[in-house]
């Protein structure tokens, strides 16, 4: 059962994820002023389960990464057709070192960051605030 809420006006989408980071993991906030690309901030709610592509190190192989989210990507229930960027689904985060995986003759450097190459995380809700129209969309499974 779906659920979609608006409410009229922003809501601190980062106060809400540092107040609860554990319940609001990943917050896409836009600073760009163009009115397409720019338009929505996302703040990801109540995770699920998680694929994590580990950091690659040289001479090692890893689970495929995008084998095990097409699978998993194959149980999931028809996606609702909204005019939202977002209204349940999975938040993924992928770095060029993930590459690898698709292109095995690569030899790329490890990188530098703490995160993991590849991360997705099953979400089903989400709070959206439309900057065009100044209203904050609160949407489920």
Same mark, same amino acid.
């Given at each position: 059962?779906?659920?979609?809420?608006?409410?009229?006006?922003?809501?601190?989408?980062?106060?809400?994820?540092?107040?609860?980071?554990?319940?609001?993991? !990943? #917050? %896409?906030?836009?600073?760009?002023?163009?009115?397409?690309?720019?338009?929505?901030?996302? *703040?990801?709610?109540? +995770?699920? /389960?998680?694929?994590?592509?580990?950091?690659?190190?040289?001479?090692?192989?890893?689970?495929?990464?995008?084998?095990?989210?097409?699978?998993?990507?194959?149980?999931?229930?028809a996606?609702?057709?909204?005019d939202?960027?977002?209204?349940?689904?999975? !938040? #993924? %985060?992928?770095?060029?070192?993930?590459?690898?995986l698709?292109?095995?003759?690569l030899? *790329?450097?490890?990188? +530098?960051? /703490?995160?993991?190459?590849?991360?997705a995380?099953?979400?089903?809700a989400?709070?959206?605030?439309?900057?065009?129209?100044?209203?904050?969309?609160?949407?489920?499974?």
């Amino acid at each position: 059962m779906s659920f979609r809420a608006e409410i009229a006006g922003r809501i601190d989408l980062f106060a809400l994820h540092r107040q609860s980071p554990k319940t609001y993991p !990943f #917050l %896409l906030q836009s600073v760009a002023g163009h009115p397409q690309s720019g338009r929505y901030d996302i *703040l990801f709610g109540f +995770p699920e /389960r998680s694929i994590v592509l580990e950091k690659s190190i040289a001479g090692t192989s890893s689970a495929d990464f995008f084998a095990e989210l097409s699978t998993q990507f194959q149980t999931e229930t028809a996606i609702e057709d909204t005019d939202l960027p977002f209204s349940g689904g999975w !938040f #993924l %985060l992928i770095g060029y070192e993930a590459a690898r995986l698709i292109e095995p003759g690569l030899r *790329l450097r490890a990188s +530098p960051y /703490r995160l993991p190459d590849a991360i997705a995380v099953r979400c089903p809700a989400a709070a959206i605030y439309d900057r065009q129209l100044q209203k904050t969309h609160l949407v489920s499974e």
